[in-house]
């Protein structure tokens, strides 16, 4: 490979097949009355991957001022159960193949620090080069733009994987490409409505990227 580039990732639904778990987190929550309706379905949770998180939120009923108490109790929830989740089925040697291939690799996600670096211990997985966890559902584009800036690459040099409309949403304010994955949170036809720059529907579609764009 020539030059340095970056692929920096979301984690859950991205790097870790987690949106199962983090359904019925989301659940359990309803039924201790975390400031959710309580009329919110499992179908209707599920349904919810077809709209952005400002929308969810909205539909949800959740208030503003309960959400970041809801995101606390959720990531502590979670992260009780971590040992539970596996990688999505290919993202390991996706990893791994990045790193032979000299490319940086960085993990940028709402989730904390302690929970994600457990994942990538257990999973043989720890091998990234930067880390930012615990970013405000609505900041990853600041936490994107200091990503960049610390790397030390122009923002051609670097591009962002995620599952989530808020993903593509950050990465397009950033001024990275933007990989959408369609085996997390959002649909596929939920993430082509706001124009990614690519597609990926298996994570070997991801090494075809990165591979074209050098």
């Not at 599952?163 to 596929?188: H, L, M, P, S």
């Not at 939920?190 to 298996?202: G, K, Q, S, T």
């Amino acid at each position: 490979m020539g030059k340095k580039r970056a692929v920096l990732f979301d984690f859950d639904g991205t790097l870790a097949d987690s949106i199962g778990i983090w359904i019925e987190v989301v659940e359990q929550l309803l039924k201790e009355g975390m400031g959710l309706k309580e009329t919110v379905s499992r179908d209707e949770l599920v349904g919810l991957r077809k709209e952005g998180i400002y929308h969810a939120v909205k539909k949800m009923g959740i208030p503003f001022y309960d959400l970041l108490r809801l995101v606390y109790r959720g990531r502590q929830s979670f992260c009780k159960r971590i040992d539970e989740v596996a990688p999505v089925r290919g993202i390991s040697d996706l990893i791994h193949w990045l790193k032979r291939e000299n490319y940086l690799v960085g993990v940028v996600t709402s989730n904390s620090a302690e929970c994600v670096r457990r994942f990538l211990l257990k999973n043989n997985m720890d091998v990234f080069d930067f880390m930012r966890c615990g970013v405000d559902l609505f900041g990853k584009k600041r936490v994107l733009e200091g990503a960049v800036r610390k790397l030390g690459l122009d923002r051609n040099e670097v591009i962002y994987v995620g599952d989530e409309i808020r993903d593509i949403e950050a990465a397009k304010d950033t001024g990275i490409k933007v990989i959408a994955v369609t085996w997390g949170f959002n649909t596929e036809d939920a993430l082509c409505r706001f124009n990614p720059d690519y597609i990926a529907r298996d994570p070997r579609d991801i090494r075809l990227i990165v591979s074209k764009l050098n």
